[in-house]
């Protein structure tokens, strides 16, 4: 069956240290991954887009690699401050031309520890 | 530039109800997706429309329907409610395929079914 996985664990690290989150999925081909940051009771909010012929996207302090061979996809925040604790979502597209939808992983919840 | 706007914020309901939720897209934005998200739950698609059209649906039972406007807005309609219906509904839009653009979610609409 197709599966999107991330840390179900909350990922709790020291300000100023680099965040490292997983994004693994089985029996998907996208073409796309997204990253987004949902804070509690709030709509998610995009960080990135990394296309399947990309191997790395930066934007300021993130950084976002993808993996089609490993199925993985690695989220790093260098830095962090404890503004970045968030739930941190990654979404892939399903192939299917103008069916094509987005599917998201459950989220990994990050505390950032001034 | 106005995001995403959904109303109500808050809805609380009994079961066997019907509820009705509304979503605006970003100007310029023809399609709009909807999400659920229960508690402890990743965000799972609902709906899609695209230029006043069903373009495609998440594993949902026919009592979630919708619509979109001639101005680009959408109902999203739940009959019959049931407990486990109770989530935060999200509303996104998006300039073009929902996989190679990012979405622009709205703040949701938390529906609690008594």
């Known amino acids: 069956s197709q599966k999107i996985e991330q840390n179900s664990e909350a990922l709790n690290i020291q300000e100023g240290k680099t965040a490292t989150l997983t994004c693994n999925y089985t029996n998907y081909s996208p073409a796309y991954l997204q990253w987004y940051r949902q804070d509690p009771g709030r709509g998610p909010v995009f960080l990135l887009l990394i296309r399947e012929n990309e191997k790395e996207k930066r934007k300021e302090r993130l950084k976002v690699t993808f993996d089609t061979t490993l199925k993985q996809s690695l989220f790093h925040i260098t830095a962090s401050q404890p503004a970045d604790s968030a739930t941190y979502l990654c979404a892939l597209d399903t192939y299917g031309g103008a069916t094509n939808k987005l599917i998201f992983g459950t989220g990994t919840l990050l505390a950032v520890q001034p | 530039e106005a995001g995403v706007t959904q109303s109500p914020t808050h809805l609380i309901k009994t079961r066997g109800q019907q509820v009705t939720l509304r979503c605006s897209p970003i100007?310029?934005?023809?399609?709009v997706y909807w999400y659920q998200q229960a508690l402890g739950l990743g965000l799972q698609f609902l709906l899609w429309y695209d230029e006043g059209e069903e373009r495609n649906r998440g594993n949902f039972p026919p009592r979630f329907s919708g619509r979109q406007f001639p101005n680009y807005s959408s109902e999203l309609n739940v009959n019959a409610l049931e407990l486990e219906d109770s989530a935060l509904y999200l509303c996104?839009?998006?300039?073009?395929?929902?996989?190679?653009?990012?979405?622009?979610f709205g703040p949701g609409t938390r529906l609690t079914v008594l």
């Open positions: 996104a839009s998006s300039l073009g395929l929902m996989g190679a653009n990012e979405q622009f």
């Open positions: 100007s310029g934005h023809t399609s």
